[in-house]
């Protein structure tokens, strides 16, 4: 069993899904700041601090399926916009 979670541990450190968690954090942001929201509203919309709400914009928590759908609810978002590589940069509707 603890290999299996150190294979899961060395494969979520892995540059690909490092890079991954950036992008997913970096579209959360955007669409945030496109709304005018601030990290605190999220947070506790969430029911979450605003720490761990930071951390997840940073790309630095890990974000489960559950709490990206709360995000999308909450941007009004679907999934695919937050999953996207290439956002639309914030000028564009």
């Known amino acids: 069993m603890k290999n ?5 541990y060395q ?3 892995t ?3 490092k890079n991954l968690n950036r992008q997913v954090a970096e579209n959360i942001r955007l669409e945030r700041v496109k ?3 601030t990290q605190e509203y999220m947070s ?3 029911g979450i601090s605003q720490n761990v709400y930071s951390r997840i914009e ?3 928590a890990r974000l489960d399926l559950e709490r990206l759908y709360e995000i999308t609810a909450l941007l009004d978002v679907d ?5 996207s590589f290439f956002p639309k ?3 564009q509707a």
Do not use: C, F, H, W
């Open 4 to 8: 299996n979670k150190s294979l899961i």
């Open 11 to 13: 494969y979520d450190e």
């Open 15 to 17: 540059p690909e899904r």
């Open 35 to 37: 709304r005018g929201y």
């Open 44 to 46: 506790l919309q969430l």
């Open 58 to 60: 940073r790309g630095l």
């Open 79 to 83: 999934v695919a916009t937050l999953l």
């Open 89 to 91: 940069k914030r000028n």
